[in-house]
């Protein structure tokens, strides 16, 4: 059984239902995602004056990420969450 799929958005999910126990799938070099973002074109971050080694830290009052050197924060902990 053969499938072809063509589709303009990106990216496609395609499920198909052979009713055969063993199902091979492929991998074609023309499945890939191509992206130009980049940190400093996202919404909600602000990246002005940043330098090695900074960090994005949530600032509240302008509801921004902002980079910011770590010296001029007083962390005490970091919660990576539960897994």
Do not use: C, H
Not at 33 to 41: E, F, I, L, R, Y
Not at 59 to 65: E, I, K, V
């Amino acid at each position: 059984m053969g499938v072809n799929v063509n589709t303009s958005s990106t990216p496609a999910k395609v499920t198909v239902s052979t009713g055969a126990s063993r199902v091979v799938t492929t991998t074609t070099s023309q499945s890939q995602v191509a992206t130009s973002n980049t940190v400093d074109n996202l919404s909600g971050i602000d990246t002005s004056g940043v330098q090695n080694g900074y960090t994005l830290v949530y600032d509240a009052s302008t509801g921004n990420w902002e980079a910011t050197a770590p010296s001029s924060q007083d962390i005490t902990s970091i919660d990576g969450g539960t897994f």
